[in-house]
């Protein structure tokens, strides 16, 4: 495994190895001082997945005593590594340097990263010059790292690349398209629902159901407006007219997430009656929409008991009721 070529090579290793654990942790930090740059980075692999307590201090250790920039990478580029210790990325502000300055996508991308954990001088500059980088990797760390700050100052071209993300292949992975729609969200300007909006018209069917499924990352005051807008918009090629878009199930579901879950949007009839509509039309042995349960629940302050999940009538009733209770409330 610490000798694969490549990384698929490193995946059958690992198959037939079975779960790396304390046993195998001598062989892997003398793999991880090897005069071979593929054996580091194995190394730095199997840290990665290193099971038990020592994983983390082995991890550390690596990351503060190694030369090879590709091989940190690896390890802070780790699945919510930098979440979880945010303060390994200011460690190695000399690595930090060396990735900036990398021509691998996967290194540079992860000195972004640590560059904005660590407030490493300059980063700000670093990421206004990258946001257009050739390499989707270091685009996407750009996005995702952009502060309240650099979001203000950047608006102008933020607002510009959502029309570019209907782009064939897109320009953005998605995890990068989730932070550009973030930090739209973030900045309150007044434009970015009809930016969204547009975007939304655009879009193909795929993105527009991956959008709607970014609005629990929202909770500014139009969200609900827009939210509504989608929820009216059937997809025209379907004949029944019971027929839910998916784009506008998710809308329906984030609302009632945010009115239910969340609690930071009120309540309004017409979403109470949105969910009326569809219990009422399915057809009797449908399973039912599990967000309109809770939400009935929730407005009646009745706990939800064992089985009631299947029961429409009672789900409707509850919704009804509090329809009529509430028929002066704006809509």
Known sequence: MLNAPNDRAFGEALLNHGPVEDPDLPAILEASTSGSAAKRRNAARALLILRGDKAPEAQLRFITETHDVDAWAVILGGFRVLDRHPDWAGKRPDLIRKALASGD?????????AGVSAHYPGIDREIDRRLDDQDIRVRSACLVSLTPGMVARLLPR????????????????????????????????????????????????????????????SSDPWLEELLWEYWQIPDKRQD????????????????????????????????????IQVESTNPPNDALNSSCVKLAHYLSGRPEKSGEWRDRALTVRLLGEWVAAHADRRE
């Open 240 to 275: 029944d007219k019971n027929y839910l878009d998916p784009v506008q199930t998710e809308a329906l579901d984030s609302m009632l997430w945010h009115i239910a879950e969340k609690k930071d949007l009120q309540a309004k009839p017409r979403w109470v009656r949105a969910c």
């Open 105 to 113: 996508g996967e290194t540079a991308a992860v000195g972004i990263r």
């Open 158 to 217: 933020l607002k510009q690349m959502i029309g570019e993300l209907l782009g064939d292949p897109p320009p953005q992975d998605q995890e990068a398209r989730e932070a550009l729609v973030k930090a739209l969200f973030s900045t309150g300007d007044k434009e970015i629902r009809q930016t969204i909006r547009g975007y939304y018209e655009a879009a193909t069917r795929e993105f527009r159901l991956e959008l709607a499924t970014m609005f629990n990352l």
